[in-house]
T-cell receptor, first 114, second 112 residues
C-alpha cells in the first residue's frame, strides 16, 4: 500500500480482555517497529522486527505483551489480560531496515481499557 | 542506553515568529537525529533529519542544528504559520543500531 496501515483505528475493551492490534507495513520494508504513546508522552519503543532475525523485544513492558510478524510483512501486537494502564495509542512504523533509515508511521490504534 | 530530553514541552508563538525546540542526548555513539511532526489523530511524519557528519541542515522554513560536543540538537522553524501547530518529536539513534530513542515531544501552537 501507499503507507503503513493500522487497524483498528480505535479499540475499546474491558479490563482483563485480550486485544490484537494489526499493522500492515509499506511493501518492501523489512523493518517494523511498535511504539506506545501515552497521553501527552513521547514514543515508547516496544519491539522491533528486522527481516527474519529474532525480534528485539527489549521494550515490551510485561509478559502480557507479545508481537509476531508473519511472512516478514503483517504484524500483530497482542496484549493479554488488559489493564487500564495499557490505555494508549499504539503506533507502528516500518523502514527499509538500513541503519538510520527513515521510519514511516501509521496513524495508530487508540486503545481504551475500561 | 540512550536518553533523549526535549524542551520546552509546550511552545506558543505568534504567526510569523520563529520557534526553536531543543533536544539533548546522552550516548556519544548516536549519529542520526530525525525530527517528526505529529498532527492530531495522525502518526508522526518525518520533517527533517541530520547525520552526525554535518552541523546544520535547512529545508525551506525549517532547519536543524547539531552540536556533537555538547550532545544537543535543535529544530528551528522560521516565519511560523498556523498549520505548523502540532506536536514535534526529536529522536536519536546510535550508529549501526536501529532503535530510535524519542524525546517527550513539544506541543507548538502558532497563534494567527
Amino acid at each position: 500500500g501507499a503507507g503503513v496501515s493500522q487497524s483498528p483505528s480505535n479499540k475499546v475493551t474491558e479490563k482483563g480482555k485480550d486485544v490484537e492490534l494489526r499493522c500492515d507495513p509499506i511493501s518492501g520494508h523489512t523493518a517494523l517497529y511498535w511504539y506506545r504513546q501515552s497521553l501527552g508522552q513521547g514514543l515508547e519503543f516496544l519491539i522491533y522486527f528486522q527481516g527474519n532475525s529474532a525480534p528485539d523485544k527489549s521494550g515490551l513492558p510485561s509478559d502480557r505483551f507479545s508481537a509476531e510478524r508473519t511472512g516478514g510483512s503483517v504484524s500483530t501486537l497482542t496484549i493479554q489480560r488488559t489493564q487500564q494502564e495499557d490505555s494508549a495509542v499504539y503506533l507502528c512504523a516500518s523502514s527499509f531496515g538500513g541503519v538510520g533509515d527513515i521510519q514511516y508511521f501509521g496513524a495508530g490504534t487508540r486503545l481504551s481499557v475500561l | 542506553g540512550e536518553n533523549v530530553e526535549q524542551h520546552p514541552s509546550t511552545l506558543s508563538v505568534q504567526e510569523g515568529d520563529s520557534a526553536v525546540i531543543k533536544c539533548t542526548y546522552s550516548d556519544s555513539a548516536s549519529n542520526y537525529f530525525p525530527w517528526y511532526k505529529q498532527e492530531l489523530g495522525k502518526g508522526p511524519q518525518l520533517i527533517i533529519d541530520i547525520r552526525s557528519n554535518v552541523g546544520e541542515k535547512k529545508d525551506q522554513r525549517i532547519a536543524v542544528t547539531l552540536n556533537k560536543t555538547a550532545k544537543h540538537f535543535s529544530l528551528h522553524i522560521t516565519e511560523t504559520q498556523p498549520e505548523d501547530s502540532a506536536v514535534y518529536f526529536c529522536a536519536a539513534t546510535p550508529y549501526n543500531f536501529n532503535k530510535f530513542y524519542f524525546g517527550s515531544g513539544t506541543k507548538l501552537n502558532v497563534k494567527p
